[in-house]
């Protein structure tokens, strides 16, 4: 019967903490709504560009390219994240941890050499 009431005390704080962070930022931006001043007026709504009268629409249309490129750093910045726990603790983890990484990585290297052969590390 103790064993039961551990389990949801764990439960609850969990629920607690998913309250939490559902409330915080829904009363956050309330608050902040109900707060700032509001004045609306022709100049908020135009483009700034550095202080002069736009000349032309906003958008602006990129190749889609960019946003690849970025993504495929993103994915590899992200590796980095998960190979620097594993470089810190290397001596504790043993040989097991070195052949999950080296296949982690070959995982990666796979998707690098598609990337390639699909010529989406091409800049132009």
């Not at 103790?2 to 949801?8: A, D, G, I, K, S």
């Not at 009363?27 to 509001?38: C, D, E, I, N, T």
């Not at 040989?95 to 990337?115: H, K, R, T």
Request: aromatic residues 18%.
């Amino acid at each position: 019967m103790e064993l039961l009431n551990v389990y949801q005390n764990n439960y609850l704080i969990v629920f607690v903490f998913l309250c939490l962070g559902i409330l915080l930022p829904v009363v956050a931006l309330f608050l902040g709504k109900l707060l700032r001043p509001y004045k609306p007026s022709a100049e908020k709504y135009t483009t700034y560009e550095s202080g002069i009268d736009p000349v032309h629409d906003s958008r602006v249309q990129f190749n889609v390219r960019y946003y690849i490129f970025a993504l495929m750093f993103v994915i590899f910045d992200v590796e980095t994240v998960f190979l620097y726990p594993w470089a810190v603790a290397y001596d504790k983890l043993g040989v097991f941890a070195l052949i999950e990484m080296v296949l982690f990585v070959i995982m990666l290297l796979i998707g690098l050499v598609y990337a390639w052969k699909k010529k989406v590390l091409r800049w132009i």
